[in-house]
Structure formats: structure tokens, C-alpha cells
């Protein structure tokens, strides 16, 4: 018996040769075995080729066990067939167990440990605000002195959960930086708050360095912290009011909860299939010859690899859209003083909001779709807020405003609450509202950033 590699397909004479497709643990093999090979033969040729310590139970493509003592031919299994290899006795082997490694005794990550470590990673960004507040001296240097070697051991890989505490040291880093260089006055938070993303990228690029494994978490730290900071930067350098920097980071997050997905799930060539061996037939594409260049051909492993690399990267980009939304929403309602940028940010939050919360009924990940409506209800809660300050003075507008977060809100709260999203009416409706609102929002970043201000004062 040999494996059949020739990239035209097997040549197969009746009745002397069986050309066989066998789903195993290690992949697809196709066998050519002899007309008169028993099942024992072939899990033994299997066995061998896939380098299996343990002969594997064979079955049929409709779940029937194929009998160890008889031939093939003799019950069915025709030239072509599918045939499925497991591992496992009984009626275990119809569903195979994941390979469980030497290590699978040891406490495995889960929810309450994500929930401790966000929890630990808040705490240590309300450190150094607090160690900021009190001023330059002793007792700013000592907390960023433990937040800093806090961040750095909770970077380290060591450790049964060192996966989700290298995501939570960019928080400590950020507390840190905080500790160090807070300074009061809102015309210098935008910077102070891009030098803590700064840091927080930081410490996420060395956890990032000493692990072997991508992390997704990790990355979107880099990615957001790195870009900031280079916003902060730069309006920093053009002069620029602190309402520019918060209402292009409102646009920013509002932007990334509607492309993150598309990036999630855009799968390379290269994992579906073999370019380099793929042939006219499928047969050569399945081969699985061994040498420098032996990948398998869509490997279960390889797509609950791929899926939850994804999940990981959408629930990281909608966290981080939460926190932009909860810190520059209230910032660009209190920085934007001049009245014409004011009702630029009064519209620029609302429908940012808006369009924060359709975009959460499109994902089918809970904990995204979570993110993403606190998010949208920081929003308009920050705007209830500032509109219940300013009742005395302006009750028609500031009434109209509310009574346009109230109806909207319980729209949404009785469709979603309804199912009706997963209707083809509702679900284009709420595609088109969530392009209307986005579209909005964008032009209402020329009001609120002042630029539309600037160019009619230039023009008059």
C-alpha cells in the first residue's frame, strides 16, 4: 500500500485497487489499498502514515463502524468513498475529544478571571489619576514606580493566566504615565491621555515581544494607544482646541465599530487552501505529503483557530470603542464652549450614539454587542447630562433633544427586545438609519471641531 501524491487524480482498475479519502485527527489522507484489505489494514496503513501511536477506529461517511476483520469491498466501501478515522473507544470515537495537552489539570481562563483583571486594570488607571491629582513628589513617583513594575510582571508570561494578565498590564502602564505627567486644565488632558496610550501601547508591544502566540487584545492596545497618541501629537503641534482631538476620537470609534468585523472575519487564501500543491482535482489538493511544505488542507484546528483569533479581535476593538466613547463624549460636550461648535457636538454625540447602537444588533457576539450599546448609551447619556444643565436656559431645545433620546431609545429597546431585527424589513432599516446617522455624524465633525466656524468667519 502506498499514498497516492499524483497531482491528475489516482488511476483505479476495478477490482484490483480502492482509492480512499480517510478524515482523520491529523487531516485528510488519500490511501490506494488493495481490493481484498481488511479494516485493520487500513487503520494500520493510517496509523502509520499519519504517525499515530494507536490504530484508529474506522467508520463510514454515515456514522456506521467498518469491521476490522472483513474486507472493505465486502461491506460497501466502494473505490472513492469517504471514509472517517477517530481515536477513542465506543461511542466516544463517533465524536473525537480535542488533544488535551500535559498542562489540561491546570485552572483554565474564563469569564470571572476577564472580569478580575478588568477590574485590577480600572483600579490601576484610578491609581495614577489619583497619584496625579496629588502633584509632583513622593508619593507620585512611588505609585508609578509599583504601577510600573506591575505592568512589566503582569507582562511576563509566567503563570496559569498569563494570557489575560498580559491584557490587563497596559492599564497598569497607562496608570503609570498618569502618575507622572497629569497635569490639570483641559487645554493639556488630551495630551496627558495620549502619553498613558502611549505607554499603555508600550507595555502591550513588550507582553506582545515575550510570548510566543499572537494576541489579538494585545494588538488592538498597540493599535489604539499608538493612534492616540499620534492624534493628541499632532493637534498638540497644529494649536489645535481640545474639542478637535475628542471629536475625532468619537469619529474614530464610531468608524471602527462598523470595519473591525470585516477585518475579523477576512480569511487569507493561504489557510483555505494549499496554494502551492492545489491541482486541477481535489484529490491532489488533498494530498498530504510529507516535506518542507506539508500544511493540511482546512484542518478543524486551523478554523477554531481562525474563529476564536477573530472573537477575540471583535471583543478587544468594541472594548476599546466603549472606553473612546465614555471618555471623549462628555469631554467634547464640555470643551466645545463656542455656540455654534456647541450644537455641532450636541449632534456629533447623538448620532454618534445612534449609530454606536444599530451597529451592535449586526454582531452575533454577545459580549461586543454589549460594548457596543454602553458605548452608544454613554452618548446620550452624556448628553442628557449636559442638557439637564443647560434646562434653564434653553428648555425648547434642550426638550426636543430629550424627547429625541427617549423615543429613540425605546424604538430600539421594543425592536431588539421584539426579535425584529432579525426581519428583512427591520434589518434594512436599521442598515439604512445606521448609514444616515454615520453620515451625519461625519459632517457634523466640520461644526464641532470649529472648522466650518472658521472658514464662515473667513468668508464674511
Known sequence: MSQQAASSGPSVRAGDTLALSI??????????????????????????????????????????ALPADRALSSVGVEAGDLVVATTGDGEEARTPAPLVGRGAERVRPGR??????????????LAGWWAGQSGPGTTATAVAAVLGATALLGAAP????????????????????????????????????????LAAAVVAAVARSWRDERDEALRVWMVAGSAAFVLAGTAAVLGARPAVVWSLLLLVAMLAARFVPSMA??????????????????????????GR???????????????????????????AVAVTAVVAAPMLLATATLELDRIGAWVQVFLTGAALLLAARSYRHRAAQTLLRVAGLACWASLTAVGLALMGDRVL??????????????????????????????SRRAEQSEAFAGALALAAVLVATGLFRFLWELTS
Open 265 to 290: 472575519v477576512d480569511v487569507p487564501d493561504q489557510v483555505l487552501l494549499d496554494l502551492d500543491r492545489l491541482a486541477v482535482t481535489a484529490w491532489s489538493a488533498r494530498d498530504t505529503r510529507r
Open 397 to 426: 431645545l434642550v426638550g426636543g433633544v430629550l424627547v429625541a433620546l427617549a423615543g429613540g431609545g425605546c424604538a430600539v429597546v421594543a425592536v431588539a427586545t421584539g426579535r425584529g431585527w432579525r426581519s428583512l424589513w427591520w
Open 158 to 197: 509566567v503563570g496559569q493566566l498569563s494570557g489575560q494578565r498580559a491584557v490587563a498590564a497596559p492599564a497598569f502602564g497607562a496608570g503609570a504615565a498618569l502618575a507622572v505627567v497629569f497635569s490639570p486644565g483641559e487645554e493639556r488632558l488630551p495630551m496627558v491621555l495620549g502619553t498613558a496610550a
Open 112 to 125: 470571572l478571571s476577564a472580569l478580575w483583571f478588568a477590574l485590577a486594570g480600572l483600579l490601576g488607571l
Open 293 to 319: 511544505r506539508s500544511s493540511m488542507i482546512v484542518t478543524a484546528e486551523a478554523m477554531a483557530g481562525l474563529v476564536d483569533r477573530g472573537s477575540r479581535l471583535v471583543t478587544a476593538a468594541a472594548a
Open 23 to 64: 478524515h482523520g485527527p491529523t487531516g485528510v489522507l488519500d490511501l490506494v489499498v488493495p481490493d481484498g484489505a481488511t479494516g485493520v489494514d487500513v487503520a494500520r496503513e493510517y496509523a502509520r502514515a499519519a504517525g499515530l501511536e494507536t490504530l484508529p477506529h474506522l467508520w463510514s461517511a454515515v456514522g456506521h
